[in-house]
Every structure is written in C-alpha cells, then in structure tokens.
C-alpha cells in the first residue's frame, strides 16, 4: 500500500490555518469561572478548550480592537500530573535514559535530551540551548543560545513553529545529528498538572513569562496580547465558550498496487493511525476522533475506473 500517497492526500484536506474543529464565542458579560463554565454548557458545549496555537490565534482573532478585559478559557488544575508536548500532541513515543524521570515529585520540570541519549526531565528555570521544529522547511533547527524552556519555546514560536516534538526513533536520530557529545538540549516536553473544564489533559500551553503563579483557574491576558495567566477562580471577568462541530466526512482515495486488501483490519488500522498522526502535526485537537464509515459490509470499494478497466481485462 503505497502510505506515501495516502499522506499527501491527507495534508491537501487540512491546513495549519483551516484546523479549527471548534468554533469559539466571546461572551462579555463578567462571571466567575464555575459560572462562565454553566454558561457556555447551558448554551454552548463548554468552556473553551484549545490545542494549538492555530486554535489559540482563531480565538485571539475574535477579541474585538480596544478590549480590556481579561477572558475566562476552561483550564484549570487537575488532580494528576502528566508528560506532553508543547506543540499540544500526545506523547506517544517516549524515550526516556536510564533511570529517567526521576523528578516528578517536583515542581517545574520540562523535558530535554543529549547527544546519544534519551529524555532526560530538568528544572525548566535551567538555561540550555534548544531545538525548534519548523513546519514550513519541515526539519528541526538547533539554536545554541541558552534560554529556560519557557523562554525557548517563545523563541521557537516566534521564528518557527514550536519547541522540538520527537515522534519516532528516526525523528530522534535527526535531532541526535545536530548535537555535539557535550550538548544538553532543551526539547518540547513539559510536566504539568493542568487540564481543560472536560476532564481532558492538556498538552498544550500559552502562558505569559512567570505564570502559572498563584490561582487555580486559567484566563486569556488581552494586556499580554492573548498570552495565558493562572488567578482565582472567583474573579468576575468575560469568557470565551466553544460550540463542537457536527460529524464530517472525508472521503478518502488510497492507492495500494492491487498488493493489499484495504479492508483487511489490521490495514485499516494501520492507515488510521497514519491519518491521525497527520491531523495531529496539522494542528487537529485530540478530541477529534476517526471513525470509518462501512456501506454494505465494507469501507473501502474499487474505483468506477479500476472496475471498468478490470472488466475489459477479463472479456
């Protein structure tokens, strides 16, 4: 099956800029977060839930010119902490070094590596050089200025795409190429205890220079041009609810040599997960899920064309 094809079909269906699965809504009037939080499920479906920065710049983009007031999203602490990237994906693919993490129990850690090494957890106040990804030259950029991870991914954002997210031993190996033996990089990991009004873990952040701080609610700073901040949850200010879209079908045409049996499950699942890795890199949110359609018993059927040219092959 020729999975080559089927991802560059994939990518021309999605865009960074065109990813929003989710449509957001100012409302103005203040409230506090569990109330802002009743609103937006009575009229909406819930707080505002955002996974990328393509969400993040939809949402800022509906902040109207000249308003002040701070708004309200659905992060709040969790219960549990856990590992994710900055870009906003799920960690998946993990390769932590011998013994590693072992700070977990402590507060501040992100996520970085060395030559010939794997993850290694550290103080996120700790100055190291960084690797960015760009999206756009599609390869990882070493950049040997000493930053703290925070500071890192505002550099990274700004010029690039994002922080470093590693998928894959070859992703690993890539980064691994740019590193000299005595080089401690600063990669996308972050250790967090956040989560969204859902329930869901958040593997993606937004927060202004030293925050989070003090409060277990999370708002959208308009005087730090739509960078995050943590406060009390009793505050009355606006917030940004968001409405989930309807099911949508793609229709997908996937070549595969006559080689393979489309419908065979372990096939089908194998380019799900390819499918799904791809919207994640293009900015699609973890809430969204895939699911085949099956009409009459099968989800993948010969083209009119392949049909046709098998028929006459036979007469």
């Not at 992703?171 to 590193?179: A, F, K, M, N």
């Not at 927060?207 to 901040?229: E, L, N």
């Not at 505050?235 to 309807?246: E, H, L, Q, S, V």
Request: aromatic share 14%; proline share 3%.
């Amino acid at each position: 099956m020729n999975l080559h094809h089927l991802l560059l079909l994939i990518s021309g269906l999605w865009s960074p800029s065109s990813a929003g699965f989710r449509y957001y809504y100012l409302v103005t009037e203040p409230k506090t977060w569990v109330q802002a939080q009743s609103y937006c499920r009575q009229q909406y479906t819930d707080l505002a839930i955002v996974d990328n920065m393509a969400e993040m710049q939809q949402l800022k983009g509906l902040i109207p010119p000249g308003f002040s007031d701070s708004i309200w999203i659905g992060l709040k602490t969790g219960s549990v902490k856990h590992w994710g990237w900055s870009s906003g994906e799920v960690l998946q693919y993990a390769k932590w070094s011998p013994g590693q993490p072992d700070n977990e129990n402590l507060e501040g850690i992100c996520g970085g590596m060395y030559k010939s090494g794997g993850f290694v957890d550290m103080f996120c106040t700790n100055k190291y050089q960084f690797v960015c990804y760009s999206e756009s030259l599609r390869k990882f950029i070493l950049v040997k200025t000493l930053n703290t991870w925070r500071a890192a991914q505002t550099y990274c954002r700004q010029y690039y795409t994002d922080l470093a997210t590693i998928h894959s031993e070859q992703e690993l190996q890539r980064v691994w190429g740019l590193l000299t033996n005595s080089d401690t990089v600063w990669i996308g990991l972050f250790f967090g205890l956040w989560e969204w009004s859902d329930g869901k873990k958040t593997t993606f952040q937004n927060w202004y220079s030293g925050q989070p701080w003090i409060g277990d609610c999370a708002a959208v700073s308009t005087k730090w041009i739509g960078y995050w901040f943590n406060t009390v949850c009793d505050d009355k200010i606006a917030f940004m609810c968001y409405k989930a879209p309807n099911k949508r079908l793609i229709r997908l045409k996937v070549t595969s040599g006559g080689e393979t049996d489309l419908n065979d499950p372990v096939v089908m699942a194998n380019i799900q997960t390819q499918i799904t890795q791809t919207l994640r890199k293009q900015g699609v949110g973890p809430d969204t899920t895939l699911t085949w359609r099956n009409i009459r018993g099968t989800v993948f059927s010969l083209d009119k064309t392949v049909k046709e040219q098998q028929k006459k092959c036979s007469n």
